[in-house]
């Protein structure tokens, strides 16, 4: 028997190794990729293009969180699957720490873009498991929302998970100027002029975002190109190295080198042009940088509010759809705030951060002489969440922050957000209690200890 193992044969027995430990905790689902790495976990959503994986991880001296991290179908070699038992128990120990999770951020290179045609304008259309997505930014800027598109829906999985299926399926539109956005909504039957710059339209199940990306594409077409050329000069070295290398060993053996002598000068040379492969991919780590730090700082605003009305389709279309249910505008709204929050760290999102704006914002009114006080917050109507300029005055602005107070210490503190006891407080027939005495059965506690309890809470934050 030789001595000698592929790398591949290697990479399977310690990717079975790495499994074996983690299957001694509990059996997890496994997926093996084409270039051998291994991940196990729970398959938390599968469709054509991706598969999406919870990982438990448990870094030492820090608490365990999940991470969620797409693959797409075209990377797997083979994918080992758990029985309806083993998943319901793997599914009950993800449950204790869902609001501790970060997202991968889906591959863009994966993402399958197609030309589509719809309210007068040709869009690059984009069919995800959860959405169709269709745009008139340039084909750079649609594979980057589309990436954060899918980053943000794990999230709103991981802590509303699906209960239910829609009725027809959801979409959003990306226009890549504010004049497109007026123009479709127009075209979608909306009379009036809307001051914000997205808005999710439940009778028609479409979410309609505008933005700047027209411009921004215009701006940042240097970097793009610069990155575009680093791309291929990666290549072009990636590829030769192997002719080099061969080019190298004639030559040597030519001069009259030993075997050994010319095995040391052509990895003496590898090392070299590996030295230069490793340089222009660092210039490239950079330059991918610098465009996503560019696209973050001018759509940025166009993202939070991306997050935060398809936050809205997302409850009506899988959690709690109309008729059955009634949200109050407290949590409907305290929760999309929640969301449109999300940090972004590297390549990852989090959403159980506490929103600092939101946090700084209540902080003060709380701090002031004459703080919102819970029962108001619990009886507001539309009309105290409704924006009627490009930005929320600070009246509206008030209403808002105590929602994502109140939204976030139910969700992060009190864990109540999956209970059975939440499901039965949005319950249609429940609607017709006053909302202090629908509240009294959701918290089960008089509701001036909960209050006090709640702030002090955010006052610690």
């Not at 429940?430 to 001036?448: E, K, S, V």
Request: glycine share 4%; charged share 25%; aromatic share 8%.
């Amino acid at each position: 028997m030789s001595r000698f193992v592929s790398f591949s044969a290697w990479a399977i027995v310690l990717c079975g190794l790495l499994e074996s430990a983690a299957s001694a905790q509990s059996p997890r689902e496994q997926i093996e990729l084409k270039d051998q790495s291994c991940y196990s976990g729970l398959i938390e959503s599968e469709d054509a293009d991706w598969l999406t994986l919870i990982r438990i991880q448990t870094p030492r001296g820090r608490q365990t969180h999940l991470v969620i991290q797409p693959f797409a179908q075209s990377q797997i070699e083979k994918v080992t699957r758990l029985d309806a038992e083993q998943r319901a128990a793997l599914q009950k120990q993800i449950e204790e720490f869902r609001n501790r999770a970060t997202i991968e951020a889906v591959r863009m290179e994966a993402i399958q873009l197609k030309p589509s045609q719809g309210e007068g304008r040709a869009y690059r259309h984009y069919q995800s498991k959860w959405f169709a997505l269709d745009s008139t930014a340039n084909e750079a800027s649609t594979r980057r929302v589309i990436v954060r598109a899918e980053q943000i829906f794990a999230a709103y999985r991981q802590i509303v998970p699906p209960r239910t299926e829609p009725a027809r399926p959801l979409r959003l539109i990306v226009l890549g100027s504010m004049d497109e956005y007026q123009a479709v909504l127009a075209k979608l039957g909306v009379k009036a002029k809307i001051a914000n710059s997205a808005c999710f339209l439940e009778d028609q199940n479409t979410v309609v975002i505008g933005s700047d990306l027209t411009r921004l594409a215009a701006v940042s077409s240097q970097f793009v190109a610069q990155n575009a050329q680093l791309r291929r000069d990666l290549s072009d070295l990636e590829g030769r190295l192997p002719e080099r290398l061969r080019a190298v060993a004639e030559s040597l053996k030519k001069s009259g080198l030993s075997n050994a002598e010319v095995s040391v000068e052509v990895m003496k040379e590898r090392l070299r042009f590996k030295k230069q492969i490793d340089k222009k991919r660092d210039e490239l780590r950079q330059s991918d940088l610098q465009i996503d730090r560019t696209f973050k700082q001018s759509a940025g605003q166009m993202l939070v509010r991306l997050y935060h009305e398809a936050f809205h389709a997302y409850v009506r279309n899988w959690v709690f759809p109309r008729p059955q249910y009634d949200i109050p505008h407290w949590l409907d709204e305290g929760l999309a705030v929640l969301f449109e929050g999300g940090l972004l760290e590297g390549n990852t999102l989090r959403v159980d951060a506490p929103n600092s704006a939101a946090l700084a914002k209540l902080k003060a009114d709380m701090a002031g002489p004459e703080p919102l006080e819970l029962k108001k917050l619990l009886a507001a109507d539309e009309g105290r969440f409704l924006i009627m300029s490009a930005t929320r005055p600070a009246a509206v602005d008030r209403y808002y922050v105590n929602a994502w107070g109140m939204a976030y210490y139910l969700t992060f503190e009190k864990r109540l957000l999956n209970s059975p006891v939440l499901e039965q407080y949005l319950r249609r027939a429940n609607a017709q209690l006053a909302p202090a005495a629908r509240f009294q059965q959701l918290i089960g506690m008089p509701r001036a200890e909960f209050e006090q309890q709640w702030r002090e809470y955010i006052r610690g934050l």
